[in-house]
């Protein structure tokens, strides 16, 4: 069975420069305009969205600081496969940033038996989908 990972297990990985950028993360740097710091500190303060165990792989929300007041979200996908460091999968700032999930609303998405949350619409009727 695959260890499952905390993301407070794999920063000091990160801290101690044992990471590697995959090709992804590159990209999506030069298209969107961040740079290695920013990811990295995005990790620093981030906090865990989503694990894949499955696929040793983890999402994290983070955020990229630009003083005084003005704050990015950054997702960052990580993957401990290898126990000696960390690849950064990828990471790209949220088409959707306002759509960020609370853990909850996270929590009844990724429901372990599948199932599917109910959802019960309280506006007007003519804006319900059809």
Known sequence: MKKLRRLEDLLPHI???RYRLGPHVAKHMLQEGFTEWDVLRALEWGRELAVYPEDQRMLVLGYMVFPPRLRLPLHVVLEYA???YVTLVTAFIPK???RVYSRSRLAALLRFDGALEEVRYTGPKDRYPA
């Open 15 to 17: 801290r101690e420069g």
């Open 82 to 84: 290898t126990p000696r």
């Open 96 to 98: 959707d940033p306002h």
